[in-house]
């Protein structure tokens, strides 16, 4: 069936205008999803593959009970906040989508809200919320306490964040994959010197220690046990670098005692819960040995 000579006539603006369905009472219209463009920039830049399928399952059953937050362009609409929630659309098929409108032009207020649409909708982690934090200070010259003022933050919160800009990619991507929370971050970030940083880092992913756990060990620093009252000769060079391995693989102080080729090796723990975790770490590295063997 060939096209009518109406609709080979019809512009393109005719098309966006006759897709908005309806003003609802809520605050929010329904517009075609394809209409609608990704944005241009977004705080948020981690999407779970696996958590969109989830929510499209969702979408697809109950239809979107949350608006999209758009701006208006000159032809179509982008998206300001819920990028989550456009994907997961697409990925669900759906054909028209609930959205709010919001005309703004001016490009730093437009990054504002987006941010700030974000931080409320989105649940950023704390590594894409120190990316726009910094985004917005370097593109329109503001201060910590310029910016906190603009958002409405404390400025100690805002600093806080961006210096955990600091941090090894490692560990900032362990941060973006859930591995590490923002207390596990800041514990990190005070530690200056970098192999025991990632160390420590991989070693509250691995075992899942808590925030309190990671601050004693940041605290503690790598430091090797000092030589015991009485003995009249300094440890070995590699004695003391096999104290510094064992205390980065074990996350507590490890003495070693050696002459003649005997010796001992002694863990220390200061809790049940941090004696338990010795011994679980222990038994996994046995059991990896008797695997590999």
Do not use: C
Not at 50 to 57: G, V
Not at 160 to 170: D, F, S
Not at 187 to 198: E, F, K, M, R
Request: proline letters at 4%; charged letters at 25%.
């Amino acid at each position: 069936m060939g096209l009518s000579d109406n609709s080979l006539g019809r512009s393109l603006s005719d098309v966006f205008a006759k897709t908005v369905r309806r003003e609802l009472p809520k605050g929010y219209m329904e517009i075609d999803l394809g209409l609608i463009t990704p944005p241009s920039a977004n705080p948020r830049t981690d999407f779970d593959s696996q958590a969109l399928e989830e929510l499209a399952a969702s979408l697809r059953l109950h239809g979107m009970l949350q608006p999209i937050v758009v701006l208006k362009r000159e032809v179509g609409y982008e998206v300001l906040s819920g990028e989550r929630r456009y994907r997961a659309a697409k990925l669900a098929g759906l054909a028209k989508v609930p959205v709010v409108v919001r005309e703004v032009t001016n490009p730093q207020h437009v990054a504002e809200l987006r941010l700030i649409e974000n931080i409320q909708r989105e649940n950023l982690n704390a590594i894409e919320l120190a990316k726009a934090y910094q985004s917005l200070i370097e593109i329109h010259g503001l201060t910590h306490e310029g910016l906190a003022e603009r958002l409405n933050k404390e400025r100690s919160g805002i600093t806080n964040n961006l210096r955990l800009l600091g941090l090894p990619e490692e560990i900032q991507r362990l941060v973006v994959e859930g591995a590490l929370s923002m207390g596990h971050a800041r514990a990190l970030v005070a530690i200056t010197d970098v192999p025991w940083q990632l160390s420590l880092a991989r070693r509250i992913a691995a075992d899942g220690l808590s925030v309190r756990d990671a601050e004693r060990l940041a605290k503690g620093g790598p430091v090797t046990a000092p030589t015991a009252p009485g003995e009249g000769v300094a440890k070995a060079p590699h004695i003391k670098e096999l104290e510094t391995n064992l205390y980065h693989l074990f996350g507590t102080k490890v003495t070693v005692k050696e002459k003649g080729g005997k010796g001992a090796m002694t863990l220390h723990f200061d809790s049940k819960e941090h004696f338990q975790r010795v011994v679980a770490l222990m038994d996994r590295i046995i059991k990896q040995a008797n695997h590999g063997g």
